[in-house]
């Protein structure tokens, strides 16, 4: 058991990272980009689009978590934003 | 254009994981001898020989839309979290990563280790295997899903073989950590590239039509650097005024 969720920690940490939104929010894009383009639309614009926008929300919301970690250090230790 | 893009792709996302691949070889090499670090390396690089031809023919098999779809959206994963790391530490959120602090680790834990009379240090071996299993089935990813995206497995392996004898003629020169390479500089290229070739993939797997096709990939480039760089820029700017203004540790 042990080893079945060390083998499935280290296929999570690979693929999807610190910030499982990305990965989420590309695989919805992606999902829509297909639907969109099999059905008339060609939305090439969207992907990049999409993309800044969720590496805008990932690094702001990393960042504001770093200042409340360390706002709130006083009371408390604060868990770590990332993995190294 | 595209063979000589793919070429530096490769090459670039790999010397970043062999160059940690060596850091810990050189650690675990100086300190406890060669001949296990070496065997280590060595059989896990036959390991790694045996994962790429497993892999390799079933994924240039596959179709092409559906691979680009795929692969493309896990380069395009995969290089946005190497980006959203560059900027994090480019703009002071996080720290660089340091490879002298890793080495002094490693060989910290390495003399720390108790050694045993038999003629393989297993503790040697152990930590090389591990060290190039690992780095090297990223190396291999990158080369199998670059060369299989494009039909062009041979393509990719020569960037990665480029790396891998830039990397080990620095490894022998310097003989110590790489800390002299500007790391988060290679991170931040390695992000931009393979955020650029993930989505072009991705696109092209999910039915879009690229305007101009392959020259586009130019454009994109240019987006992606100049969204990250932007980005990068505005965290820095909110960084020093959070520094100055005394909200941070």
Known sequence: MRHLKTFGTFWYDFIVGDDWRLAAGIVIVLAAGFLSAHHGV??????PVAVSALLA??????????RVSSTTAVTGPAGPVDGA | MHN?????????????EMVEALTIILAVGVTRGWRSAIIGSGTALLGLAVVVAALGPALSALPIGGLRLVVGGLLLVFGLQWLRK?????????????????????????????RGRERLDWYTFTVSFKGVFLEGLEVAFIVVTFGGAQHDVGLAALGAGISAVLTLVIGLCVHRPL????????KYA???????????????????????????LLAILAYVVAGSMLLSWALRRKHTHLETIGALA
């Not at chain 2, 992000?191 to 020259?215: H, I, R």
């Open chain 1, 57 to 66: 929300v990932s690094t702001t919301d990393a960042a504001r978590r770093v």
């Open chain 2, 190 to 216: 390695v992000g931009v590239m393979l955020t650029t070739f993930g989505m072009f993939w991705a696109g092209e797997g999910a039915g879009v039509k690229w305007p101009g096709q392959d020259v586009s």
């Open chain 1, 42 to 47: 060609d939305p090439w614009w969207a992907l």
């Open chain 2, 4 to 16: 000589v893009f793919l070429v530096v792709a490769a090459s670039l996302a790999c010397v970043v």
């Open chain 2, 86 to 114: 560059a900027i994090l530490r480019s703009s002071g959120f996080k720290a660089l990563h340091d490879e002298d602090a890793i080495f002094r680790d490693e060989e910290r834990a390495a003399l720390a280790a108790p």
């Open chain 2, 179 to 186: 800390s002299q390479v500007p790391e988060n500089t290679m």
